[in-house]
């Protein structure tokens, strides 16, 4: 996996931010929290309240079948911040950076010789989320969002892999979220293409993420996602699943979450990890 795929992940795979809201209780007793309803690898329909910040930080470790330590399995380390406005009622805008560093060993009997390791700022990113439906009664938000990544990153030169993915792209998606009780759910159907620059013959990136959690208690939320991720250009397709827990703690919420591959075509499968924390200002 070329170092340009890596990133590309590891951006596709950052979560968009979002506050939970409250329920009234519908038995007499005190008024529940609803389930949290971001995920770690899934998006959510519900934008951040009108005139509010976050900051979310997060470690997205990644790496192949044969883990950090050996000689010839590649791996990256992600590092990224991200800032959330909430411009009006049902609209955000978000803007995001990093910094990452990557091995992805060069095969052997490669005539020209070429850098394998690679470190310094990742691209800058801008993002929008529209909610244009939200049915309280029925608990179910709908949104688009529009991502746009700029070439901002360091670039790959003689001694070191670059960390930009090296061209324009524009990403949108239709975003689903919806609760059934303690039970919240969210679905995603994206599509991302290179719209400037060299995409070394990539043409586009089409996904589909589907994630559940339950509220076990109003500070721990388990949650499972499956994700499918098809690259046209390398005509590349990856199948996986994430699993993590969610904990919204006094007005801030933690996420720890750990992504595998089932299957995969014209690519390595990989084990990702993550960790986010994100926070009101």
């Not at 095969?107 to 989320?129: E, I, K, N, V, W």
């Not at 007005?251 to 979450?257: D, I, N």
Request: hydrophobic fraction near 45%; charged fraction near 15%; aromatic fraction near 10%.
């Amino acid at each position: 996996m070329t170092s340009r795929t890596w990133l590309l992940t590891l951006w596709l795979c950052t979560p968009a931010v979002a506050l939970g809201f409250d329920d009234d209780g519908t038995d007499g007793s005190s008024p529940r929290a609803a389930p949290e309803h971001g995920k770690a690898a899934t998006a959510d329909a519900s934008p951040v309240d009108r005139g509010v910040v976050e900051v979310e930080f997060s470690y997205t470790p990644a790496w192949n079948d044969r883990g950090f330590d050996s000689a010839d399995a590649g791996y990256a380390h992600g590092f990224a911040g991200t800032l959330t406005y909430g411009a009006a009622t049902d609209v955000d805008v978000k803007l995001s950076t990093g910094f990452a560093s990557v091995y992805a060993p060069v095969p052997q009997g490669t005539a020209t010789p070429a850098p394998s390791r690679g470190a310094g700022p990742s691209d800058l990113a801008f993002g929008t989320r529209w909610r244009f439906l939200n049915l309280a009664a029925q608990a179910l938000e709908l949104a688009l969002t529009l991502d746009v990544v700029l070439p901002t990153g360091s670039q790959t030169t003689a001694d070191e892999l670059g960390l930009s993915q090296g061209f324009w792209s524009a990403r949108t998606a239709l975003v689903a979220t919806k609760d059934l009780g303690p039970i919240t759910a969210n679905g995603e159907i994206a599509w991302m293409v290179p719209v400037s620059g060299d995409a070394d013959g990539l043409r586009s990136v089409a996904q589909v993420n589907g994630a559940i959690g339950w509220q076990l208690t109003p500070w721990l939320q388990p949650e499972l996602e499956l994700n499918y991720q098809a690259t046209l250009g390398p005509d590349a397709h990856v199948l996986g699943f994430t699993a993590g827990m969610i904990a919204p703690i006094g007005g801030h919420r933690l996420v720890a979450a750990i992504q595998r591959s089932l299957w995969a075509l014209n690519t390595p499968e990989t084990t990702s990890a993550g960790f986010f924390f994100k926070t009101a200002l």
